[in-house]
């Protein structure tokens, strides 16, 4: 048989044997090493005109970085992701790669895509490692100030574009520590945090301010920034918001948690460390309601927190999971259970107010609802308990009203989203603009960052004049 | 960080601390809070704002020590740099000119009652406040409130101070004596609230609570506050703190605010032997 023609096929990230990662918080890939990264990477047919670009919410120069892979230049290589993209480690990680450049490359035809995503990584993994902080090229000061409202993914993006271009940045953060879902949301295994930091880091070494534990709408409102305090734009990016319930009976019982609760305690609030002051419950048999990559979060965490039995439950099949598929993959390789097809209607407590169970009912697919998707329903007489002592809600978020509340001349969607144009991210209110979550409603890291990128280009355009 | 600029012991268990805080003391009104962490491994915790001075740029708050977090809280000094102060949060309470109030604090609570008591005193309503404590040594603001109410009660369980008994055996007393009230706020621990309450409401009088359930951000982004309000299901740290006392269900509330006792007592336990050198 000759070899000589037959391609090479994609390298697999080497990743933490799945019983030992369930017990550990520790990252489950391990990255590329260099041989395993310029193997990758010579895959790459540098197509002329490269697909892989369209598929990028933020035109990160995939064939050009991964070229310099190839070449030995790996520093460069990771800077050229940052020319276009501010935060390459963390969407290394996160993004969704398989819907998007992974997709359009012109060998996914054959299942045999190049790994842009684990690339990505390993660059900027590189960078961090082994090379000190170099001011990249930056625009003179233009004397103008922007305001930026919360520290995830949109807000993080907005303010390195707007640094980068000469603008002074404030960045202003709700919570203590910054990051946004970045550091509340998305686990340690999936996201350290300390790559977290170190972007940040380099954020604050290019100059953007951070005022922490500021939170807009009631430390200061919009207005108050914007003509007190001479802001001359302000950028909305303040996340999702407030977590939706099922509004079944029992819900408010003691070890019922949204999704938002349980992570943020565990992520931010590091219970998962023995000397956190902030408690969980650790719950030996733990049901999450819910089909995303929160829900998927958040069993995974309840396992390593020691679960016996961690289970999801969803009301469709797994065809119509939102999470991404590395993630069921993940969770199933961990021993996560699912039960597809399950809807709860109510949960138990005992009499001292803790949850005992979840009781369910067993769900077919009938006609495709509004959505495409095919509706849930139930069927009579097929309920069931699932015993537990955790429930937690991954249904998705409500937005926060706090902004939208104390600035009365933005407008807002019929579900209290901020209403925002997808391509430049003006708001109806002049020099206000918004991104990310608060404006589509919950979404992806890359989307919002896509968003905060569009908003920054609008700012640079009505603030400076088109260039 | 926000520095403490004013320490004060208000009894063996409470503080008062004065904040540096120009932009809160600027925002803020009665019956928000704010959210502090005293260390860099301590729990977010809600505090009311006691009070404040927008021109001096300060807030005060006033707590008890009850866990690790507030014991930590205590050992600061004046001068110390607070790690994390975030307000104000909350939904203001709702003032207007109800005309005659009564207004009852329990404990520590007579803490965040005082610049209700305040307010409403400033919006023209006649105030007849009561303060209650377990004993004489837990009695706080005398004096403040003596001065912004019309008439000021005190009672204590043990009577060691003021009439004997609870704040709400008094409330009885007034009632049947024939005072009529418009309006009725209580603050204090949630047993007393509900059966306060309950015998306001029982009279006719509109009747408001500041609920302090267990809380993380403060900002409405988890949920864990959350509390059943006429059969729907609230936030206290944005639909609140304040509701309407006669639509909340008090046994689901009381039972939640004991969803970590266990785990409480172990990190206070764990504390504590830090604090005497004894392996713990």
Known sequence: MNTENKKPSKVAMREQDPKVRATNFQEVPLGYSIEEAVAEASRCLQCKKPLCMEGCPVNVKIPEFIKLIVEGKYKEAARTIKETNALPAICGRVCPQETQCEQKCILAKKGNQIAVGNLERFAADFEMANFEFEMPVMKPKNGKKVGIVGSGPAGLT????????????????????????????IPEFRLPKEIVKKEINYLEKLGVKLERNFIVGKTATVDDLMKEEGFDAIFIGSGAGLPSFMRIPGENSIGVY???????????????LENSDTPIIRG???????????????????????????????????????????????????????????????????????????????????????SGRRRPVAISGSEFVIDCDVVIIAIGNNPNPLIQETTPDIKTSKWGTIEANEADGRTSKKFVYAGGDIVTGAATVILAMGAGKAAAKSIVEDLLGKQ | MPKIIKKERLSDLVYRYRIDAPRIAKMRKAGQFVMIRPTTEGERIPLTIANANA?????????????????????????????????????????????????????????????????LKEAGNTITT???????????????????????????????????????????????????????????????????????????????????????????????????????????????????????????????????????????????????????
């Open chain 2, 130 to 280: 009561i303060i209650g404590a377990r004993n004489s040594e837990l009695i706080m603001l005398e004096e403040d409130m003596k001065a912004t109410s019309d008439r000021l009660f005190v009672t204590t369980d043990d009577g060691s101070r003021g009439q004997k008994g609870f704040a709400a055996d008094l409330v009885k007393k007034l009632l049947a004596d024939g005072e009529k009230f418009d309006f009725c706020v209580v603050i204090g621990p949630a047993i007393m609230m509900k059966f306060t309450s309950a015998i306001t409401i029982a009279a006719g009088i509109k009747t408001f609570v500041s609920l302090n359930p267990i809380m993380i951000d403060g900002t409405g982004m988890c949920g864990g506050c959350r509390i059943t309000v006429g059969k729907q299901t609230k936030f206290a740290c944005v639909d609140g703190p304040e509701f309407d006392a006669s639509l909340i269900d008090w046994d689901e509330m009381i039972k939640r605010l004991g969803a970590y006792k266990k785990q409480e007592a172990n990190s206070l336990e764990k504390h504590n032997c830090l604090l005497t050198g004894r392996p713990s």
């Open chain 2, 55 to 119: 021109k001096e740029g300060w807030i005060e708050i006033i707590f008890q020590m009850v866990g690790k977090s507030t014991k930590i809280l205590s050992i600061l000094h004046e001068g110390d740099e607070i790690i994390d102060l975030a307000g104000p949060l909350g939904k203001p309470t709702h003032i207007e000119k109800f005309g005659n109030c009564l207004c009852i604090g329990g404990g520590v609570g007579t803490a965040p009652l005082y610049p209700i008591v305040r307010s």
């Open chain 1, 258 to 272: 949204s999704a938002n609760e349980y992570l943020t305690r565990s992520n931010l609030m590091k219970a998962y």
């Open chain 1, 284 to 370: 030996k048999r733990v049901v999450t309601v819910g089909g995303g990559n929160v829900a998927m979060d958040s069993a995974r965490t309840a396992q390593r927190l020691g679960a016996a039995i961690s289970t999801i439950v969803y009301r469709r099949t797994e065809a119509e999971m939102p999470a991404r598929s590395a993630e069921i993959h993940h969770a199933k390789e961990e021993g996560i259970q699912f039960s597809m097809l399950t809807n709860p209607i109510e949960v138990i407590a005992g009499t001292d107010g803790f949850v005992k169970g979840l009781r369910c009912l067993r769900m077919e697919l009938g006609e495709p609802d509004e």
């Open chain 1, 158 to 185: 907005a303010a390195g574009e707007l640094v980068k271009e000469g603008f002074e940045v404030t960045i202003f953060e709700a919570l203590h520590e910054p990051g946004g879902v970045l550091v509340y949301g």
